[in-house]
């Protein structure tokens, strides 16, 4: 050790307590199942949830919602609110109409989209029971929700516009009456070549399949609804917001927009998050709200949502209809595919409403070789809650279809769906591929994962099972479904983002701060709800640096300490954040390794790093810790000339290319045929995502994803009546499952590799979901097709599996229509819609 | 959300909470468990005045022997009720009935009284006190009455109680003999309401298992806006000694019911799973086999 | 009203209104926030807390029926640092993502382990069932909850699910399960 680290106030009291000073690296970082380091916090309950903070003089904000799906607002009188004891302030829509501006909507797919301004509270019209027209400020939450009562708003009834296809059709009511049209956009996408003539020219060997299928509305329901709370110093016309929200730092630079702040002004804190999904991807009127109101009064104000507010004011997920066509020669060789989509927008465009659809278009060639892609949505208005992203926003919707028609075109042509899934994915040694929707997939092999999981799932053996009941008439019907899928995650090369015309880039960023005693603080943009960023992003700096992880601190979600970043949704973290991490650490080691051989009194050249420790070839007695590096340079005393005394450093990463997780899964469920209920007997699914940072972690996500997936399969649907009241305003009737519910997983893995990315791994947080829906909706279709049923709607309810197994006259129907697989193909023309 | 302000009292006898429901006036509400009516209050979906809480009148709570019945304080929670020895052995329909309530936290603070006297035809235990032949007992300022649960139902949410009386008590008769008993809920997931409900005691022939229906109690949850006791089932199922004879004198037991359409299911749909449901809650009841 | 009430080992006594909900009163009231609100219809289950020992939905309960009772939160379950059996479980098999359904995930489960001290893993899941979790599927939940209570009953923790040696070389780790 060179003479100087020992000098100094510094190192004297390190010296003094050697236990500030840090153990040797033990390797093995990357792969290995840590703990989790958000974990203390959550299960002694010292969390920081948005509604746990307070602060002095902290006024509760309420806000008044529409019950009507559309109206004119006449008058709006909050006079009597006022008089109440306790009441601050009450606004109504007119009286912020100059300062609370209009939510931003960042994704305007094409420039003719129509884009109607979006006012946090409705000034004229209300256009979804749940649309704010006035928000009261109180010294407490109880009488801010009383004077809720107090305030009269007199409406005059406009029609509601609930149906999609209703919408669009001549002479429809009009969700937004001055823009003449309830279509917001109408964007084609054809690749590869002509579908139409494609099919033509196999002439007589066309097999083509078509089914409608429709995406239920679902409710997203994080368990901890959002809440914003926002501290003001209004004098200097500077802001701290804190939200319940998965994006900071887009928050950020949206309330400057909106509001006219100075973006410098604001600070956006999210502090513990419970969940988002999707949900809290948004800048919502009530995040504007507080911040304009708090601006106002000049004292703190807090919002917090409750579950029925949740369910009208929190973005809806899915809710689209997909006329899917799916075309193959005879022998099973896929030859295109023809998708016209219907997307709900809902009453208005919250941050990126219209482009979920759009993120589909790209996935429903899915894993399979084509020739010809033809693909068109239409973005439709309705008088209901805003949609935008939840949990693989757009992915699971187009996975649903592909997944859903392989196995209707496999019954078709009397084929195994396996098999035709084999004839026609792509192969292991076909990587990179560049797909017919315009992506090049760059790893990927779903030989081994679909092997695997066929393996553990005893696919073979439940085969021969079934067809022995079918033969046995055995009134509890086993269904086996089948979903192999991939995803673009890994939210993404901003050149890509900027030629889908979405308002931003999909870079992330990193920061490394090495202290003085060699611990390390890392921040990063990437901002978590659950996911254990912390623990993660502890490995891949632990692994790169060679440190202790417990010497890792990760800040996040502050955009004072992390002041850059593009936040988390996509299954973007590990993939864009965790390789900015990566990548800063190669900066400070670069840096480390000059200092360290200016110290050594070595050429750079000949100095190595490893387990944290400099060492000079052929010196075996030349080493330095990176911890001691770490202390020279804070004493800056001996550092190669004109060099900056510190390790700190930054990276900015974009992606070239999204990640393309993929894998199999396998799903056996019993039906009740007396009753239509339906019970998962076994769900085994292999994944792969590529290296693996935390095996545990991942293992949670894919859990989660999984029952998530489940739960669109078979329990859960907005409802919505004529009126465009939503009949599932609560838990209650919006049935998210419990654990009673729901099965075991089986899970495993593959691991090939990303190629795009320095650490070889893709995203996870959405491949659950995208692939359970159709392997479960698969399963319950394999039940019912000998019946000759050919679609039911999702949720698969008892009900609807009951009906399904009826005539129109209520009789029950039979087994007739059974389907050996692998036998002949019986009568393979083209299939109506159903 | 936060329910409206109401005024609170809190007695600890039943004479006095008598007459603190007789003082509140007609827009005073009983809170019993309080499970179904504070969630209702937070919606405010209800405006009570008033609020008379019954949780600290202890003599309305537990479930003593009385003869040929038990007795159950209205105020004794259900789970209470579903671990009671006594109720285990002498109305185990009872018991088996409400382990299926909602869930376990729900159950510490649900109570017996204030599921019944909530009225909901969804609910579990309505139809088991219609099952048992049930007595409610009830009292008002004009001193104590007896009810019995087919008149205690009047309608959706609707009973006769009248407003200034209390449910203080249920008697229920004991099942003496050997009888088998089953309560069939069929919902989409475990929290949620029952869709449909087929309570069923049966006694054998002999009091011993197997060989055929001696008696048999059929009562439906959910099958209309009251509970239903399908009396003409029962007689059907008196001699049925195997799952076909189960089955035939089970199809007829949707006849002249009038269940809702709403989100769970279409009547039809209800109808049919009342036939499946009470096919196979006799079925097990009578230890006939799957 | 005045109500009295011991939460976590401390008696409060404090004047509420009666519509106050003893969830309420615990997070606005005393300051006892680690029990947070998901719903408002008694489903999700976050709230849930024990009241003289048994689970209960705090967002269902108003502060004067808690009166006079003994409480214990999520902040209030170990004993001094040492976590109850079941905290540990629930880091030592990721029964938790976001966090937010945990403590009352935690209380629901050691009430359930009070009455049923050696379930199976139907039991824990008809045992959880008046509590929602989004983020975990459940699985790790009932792993954790089995393992919580093969330790409390004295036969040690299950297997947990995190390594505590180093992962073998990440060039030659293989595809696992």
């Known amino acids: 050790m060179t003479e100087q680290l020992d000098a100094g106030l510094v190192a004297g009291e390190i010296a003094e307590h050697p236990d500030a000073l840090s153990k040797p690296y033990a390797g093995g970082e990357l792969g290995r199942g840590r703990r989790r380091k958000e974990d203390a916090k959550l299960v002694t309950g010292q969390t920081n949830w948005t509604d746990n903070i307070t602060l002095p003089g902290l006024l509760h904000m309420t806000v008044l919602r529409s019950p009507m799906a559309h109206a004119r607002i006449v008058s709006v009188d909050v006079s009597a609110a006022l008089e109440l004891p306790g009441v601050i302030a009450a606004y109504s829509g007119a009286d912020l109409a100059d300062v609370q501006g209009a939510l931003p909507c960042a994704w305007p797919v094409t420039a003719e989209m129509v884009h109607p301004d979006h006012p946090p509270l409705a000034v004229d019209e209300v256009r979804y029971v749940g649309d704010g027209v006035a928000v009261v400020v109180a010294r407490d939450r109880y009488t801010a929700v009383d004077a809720l009562e107090a305030i009269a708003v007199e409406y005059e009834q406009l029609p509601a516009v609930v149906d999609m296809e209703a919408a669009i059709a001549e002479g429809a009511d009009l969700v937004h009456g001055d823009k003449g049209t309830n279509t917001c956009f109408r964007w084609p996408f054809a690749s590869g070549d002509n579908y139409a003539e494609t099919v033509a020219a196999a002439g007589d060997d066309a097999v083509v399949v078509k089914r409608r299928f429709r995406q239920q509305r679902l409710l997203p329901t994080a368990i901890e609804p959002r809440g914003v709370v926002v501290a003001p110093i209004a004098a200097a016309d500077e802001y701290t917001v804190y939200s319940a929200t998965q994006i900071p730092h887009i928050l950020r630079v949206m309330l400057a927009l909106v509001t006219g702040i100075g973006e410098h002004k604001i600070r956006v804190i999210a502090p513990d998050v419970g969940g988002g999904f999707g949900s809290k991807l948004n800048v919502y009127a009530e995040e504007v709200l507080a911040l304009v109101v708090a601006k106002k009064l000049g004292r703190p104000i807090k919002w917090t949502e409750s579950r029925s507010e949740n369910y009208q004011a929190t973005i809806h997920g899915r809710d689209q209809i997909q006329d899917i066509e799916i075309a193959a020669t005879r022998d099973g060789t896929l030859l295109g595919l023809k998708v016209e989509l219907l997307a709900d927008m809902g009453a208005y465009l919250q941050l990126i409403t219209p482009g979920i659809p759009i993120l589909g278009a790209f996935m429903y060639p899915a894993i399979y070789k084509m020739k010809a892609y033809d693909f068109h949505c239409t973005g439709v208005f309705t008088t209901k809650t805003p949609t935008d992203a939840y949990r693989g926003a757009g992915r699971p919707e187009a996975t649903y279809a592909i997944e859903r028609i392989m196995d209707e075109l496999a019954a078709e042509l009397g084929r195994d769906?396996?098999?035709?899934?084999?004839?026609?994915?792509?192969?292991?040694?076909?990587?990179?591929?560049?797909?017919?929707?315009?992506?090049?997939?760059?790893?990927?092999?779903?030989?081994?994962?679909?092997?695997?999981?066929?393996?553990?799932?005893?696919?073979?053996?439940?085969?021969?099972?079934?067809?022995?009941?079918?033969?046995?008439?055995?009134?509890?019907?086993?269904?086996?479904?089948?979903?192999?899928?991939?995803?673009?995650?890994?939210?993404?090369?901003?050149?890509?983002?900027?030629?889908?015309?979405?308002?931003?880039?999909?870079?992330?960023?990193?920061?490394?701060?090495?202290?003085?005693?060699?611990?390390?603080?890392?921040?990063?943009?990437?901002?978590?709800?659950?996911?254990?960023?912390?623990?993660?992003?502890?490995?891949?700096?632990?692994?790169?640096?060679g440190v202790p992880f417990e010497d890792v601190e990760v800040v996040t979600g502050d955009t004072d300490s992390s002041p850059k970043g593009m936040d988390t949704y996509g299954s973007r973290s590990l993939v864009v954040g965790g390789i900015a991490i990566h990548k800063a650490t190669g900066k400070v080691l670069e840096k480390a390794k000059r200092i360290a051989a200016h110290l050594l009194e070595a050429a750079e050249g000949d100095v190595e790093f490893s387990?944290?420790?400099?060492?000079?070839?052929?010196?075996?007695?030349?080493?330095?810790?990176?911890?001691?590096?770490?202390?020279?340079?804070?004493a800056a005393h001996n550092l190669p000339d004109g060099m900056e005394p510190t390790l700190d450093s930054d990276y900015v990463y974009d992606p070239e290319n999204f990640s393309y997780p993929h894998g199999t899964h396998l799903c056996a469920v019993e039906i009740d045929s007396e009753t239509g209920f339906t019970t998962i007997r076994k769900y085994v699914c292999v994944d792969d995502i590529g290296r693996i940072v935390n095996p545990v972690i991942v293992e949670g996500q894919v859990h989660g994803g999984i029952a998530q997936g489940i739960a669109q399969a078979l329990y859960e649907e907005a409802v919505h009546d004529a009126e465009g009241n939503l009949t599932t305003g609560s838990l209650v009737d919006y049935l998210v499952p419990a654990a009673p519910d729901l099965p075991h997983f089986d899970t495993g893995r593959t691991e090939t590799p990303s190629t795009s990315n320095p650490l070889g791994v893709k995203g996870v947080g959405e491949a659950g979901t995208i692939a359970s829906t159709p392997a479960v909706m698969n399963a319950i279709h394999d039940a019912l097709r000998p019946f000759g049923v050919r679609d039911?709607?999702?949720?698969?309810?008892?009900?609807?599996?009951?009906?399904?197994?009826?005539?129109?006259?209520?009789?029950?129907?039979?087994?007739?229509?059974?389907?050996a697989y692998g036998g002949p193909s019986t009568n393979a023309t083209s299939g109506g819609t159903s | 959300m936060i329910p409206a302000a109401f005024d609170y009292v809190a007695p600890t006898s039943l004479a006095e909470a008598v007459s603190a429901l007789s003082e509140a006036g007609e827009d005073a509400k009983i809170l019993a468990g309080g499970q179904s009516l504070i969630p209702v209050l937070r919606l405010r979906l209800a405006f009570p005045s008033t609020l008379v809480d019954l949780g600290r009148v202890?003599?309305?709570?537990?479930?003593?022997?009385?003869?040929?019945?038990?007795?159950?304080?209205?105020?004794?929670?259900?789970?209470?009720?579903?671990d009671d020895p006594l109720v285990r052995q002498y109305a185990g329909l009872l018991a088996e009935a409400?382990?299926?309530?909602?869930?376990?936290?729900?159950?510490?603070?649900?109570?017996?009284?204030g599921a019944l006297a909530h009225a909901d035809p969804a609910g579990d235990l309505a139809a088991v006190a219609l099952a048992l032949d049930a007595e409610l007992v009830a009292e008002g300022p004009g001193g104590r009455r007896t009810i019995a649960a087919r008149d205690f139902f009047v309608n959706y949410l609707e009973t006769a109680l009248s407003p200034d009386e209390i449910l203080a008590a249920v008697r229920v008769p004991k099942l003496e003999g050997f009888w088998g008993v089953r309560y069939e809920k069929f919902h989409r997931v475990a929290q949620a309401w029952a869709i449909v409900g087929v309570a069923a005691a049966v006694r054998m022939d002999g009091d011993t298992p197997g060989g055929s229906i001696a008696e048999a109690r059929i009562g439906l949850t959910n099958m209309g806006a009251t509970p239903v006791r399908a009396s003409s089932v029962e007689?059907?199922?008196?001699?049925?000694?195997?799952?076909?004879?189960?089955?035939?004198?089970?199809?007829?037991?949707?006849?002249?019911?009038?269940?809702?359409?709403?989100?769970?299911?279409?009547?039809?749909?209800?109808?049919?799973?009342?036939?499946?449901?009470?096919?196979?809650?006799?079925?097990?009841?009578?230890?006939?086999?799957? | 009203m005045r109500v009295r009430m011991k939460v976590d080992g401390v008696v409060y006594e404090d004047e509420v209104e009666p519509r106050t909900l003893l969830t309420h009163h615990l997070r606005d009231g005393l300051g006892r926030v680690g029990t947070p609100i998901g719903c408002d219809t008694s489903n999700c289950g976050s709230c849930t807390l024990l009241v003289d020992g048994e689970s209960v939905k705090s967002c269902?309960?108003?502060?004067?029926?808690?009166?006079?009772?003994?409480?214990?939160?999520?902040?209030?379950?170990?004993?001094?640092?040492?976590?109850?059996?079941?905290?540990?479980?629930?880091?030592?098999?990721?029964?938790?993502?976001?966090?937010?359904?945990?403590?009352?995930?935690?209380?629901?489960?050691?009430?359930?382990?009070?009455?049923?001290?050696?379930?199976?893993?139907?039991?824990?899941?008809?045992g959880l069932e008046g509590n929602l979790c989004r983020c975990t599927g459940y699985q790790n939940i009932v792993k954790s909850v089995l393992s919580a209570a093969s330790e409390m009953r004295g036969d040690g923790p299950l297997p947990g699910s995190f390594q505590d040696a180093p992962a073998e070389s990440h060039e030659t780790a293989g595809a696992s399960s």
């Open chain 2, 235 to 290: 007689g059907a199922l008196v001699g049925a000694a195997d799952r076909a004879a189960v089955q035939e004198a089970s199809s007829s037991v949707a006849e002249g019911t009038s269940p809702p359409s709403d989100l769970g299911g279409q009547a039809d749909y209800r109808q049919h799973l009342a036939r499946v449901l009470t096919a196979r809650a006799v079925t097990a009841a009578a230890g006939l086999g799957g």
């Open chain 1, 792 to 819: 039911i709607a999702m949720p698969a309810t008892p009900e609807r599996v009951w009906r399904a197994l009826r005539h129109d006259d209520g009789t029950p129907r039979d087994a007739s229509g059974t389907v």
């Open chain 1, 611 to 634: 387990g944290g420790t400099f060492s000079v070839k052929g010196s075996p007695e030349a080493t330095m810790t990176i911890q001691q590096v770490a202390l020279a340079t804070f």
């Open chain 2, 58 to 82: 202890d003599e309305l709570r537990g479930v003593r022997e009385d003869g040929d019945s038990l007795v159950i304080g209205a105020m004794t929670r259900h789970s209470e009720v579903m």
């Open chain 3, 60 to 126: 269902s309960v108003l502060a004067v029926q808690a009166d006079g009772t003994e409480i214990t939160t999520i902040q209030g379950l170990a004993e001094g640092s040492t976590w109850h059996p079941v905290q540990k479980a629930f880091q030592e098999h990721h029964g938790l993502q976001c966090g937010y359904c945990t403590p009352g995930m935690i209380l629901a489960a050691v009430d359930l382990l009070s009455h049923n001290p050696d379930p199976t893993e139907d039991e824990v899941r008809h």
């Open chain 1, 417 to 545: 769906p396996m098999d035709l899934r084999k004839q026609n994915w792509i192969r292991h040694e076909e990587f990179p591929y560049d797909m017919v929707a315009g992506l090049t997939y760059d790893s990927g092999n779903y030989e081994a994962a679909t092997e695997k999981a066929e393996q553990m799932f005893d696919l073979a053996g439940l085969r021969a099972e079934q067809e022995r009941r079918r033969g046995d008439n055995d009134p509890m019907l086993l269904g086996i479904g089948i979903s192999t899928f991939t995803e673009m995650c890994g939210l993404a090369p901003s050149r890509v983002l900027g030629s889908l015309s979405y308002g931003a880039g999909g870079w992330e960023a990193a920061q490394i701060r090495m202290l003085p005693t060699g611990k390390v603080e890392v921040t990063s943009g990437a901002t978590p709800h659950g996911q254990g960023h912390h623990t993660a992003w502890s490995q891949i700096v632990a692994d790169a640096l």
């Open chain 2, 98 to 113: 409400t382990a299926t309530v909602a869930d376990p936290a729900v159950r510490h603070r649900g109570t017996f009284g």
